[in-house]
């Protein structure tokens, strides 16, 4: 049985996903699938690529939301090989679509690469 907190729990990272592979196909990136928990006993986030897709798995059970969020985008970022500046590009298209606060936030991707 899954408890109200798990629930909505579930519900913000099902979100958060839908938000992160919108911007990310905005930005021109490959939008990965999201899963959690990983299968990987013990591991906080994975990559896997069948196929030519990609899924990231994020363990969201007994952690600090922001910490989730920043493994689902740090995911993204290494499913595309970004670095540098353009990596730091995508991060923050990617912060902007999960973060209802940010400053000068207008809902709209950018290009990355």
Do not use: H
């Amino acid at each position: 049985m899954i408890s109200p907190m798990e629930a909505a729990t579930t519900a913000r990272f099902a979100l958060a996903a839908r938000e992160l592979a919108r911007a990310a196909r905005g930005a021109g990136l490959t939008a990965p699938s999201f899963r959690s928990p990983p299968r990987l006993v013990g591991a906080d986030r994975t990559l896997q690529t069948r196929a030519g897709r990609v899924t990231i798995a994020v363990r969201v059970r007994g952690r600090p939301w922001l910490p989730v969020v920043s493994d689902m985008v740090e995911g993204i970022v290494a499913a595309n090989g970004l670095v540098g500046p353009p990596a730091d590009r995508a991060r923050d298209v990617l912060w902007r679509a999960v973060v209802e606060d940010a400053p000068g936030q207008t809902g709209q991707a950018q290009q990355v690469a």
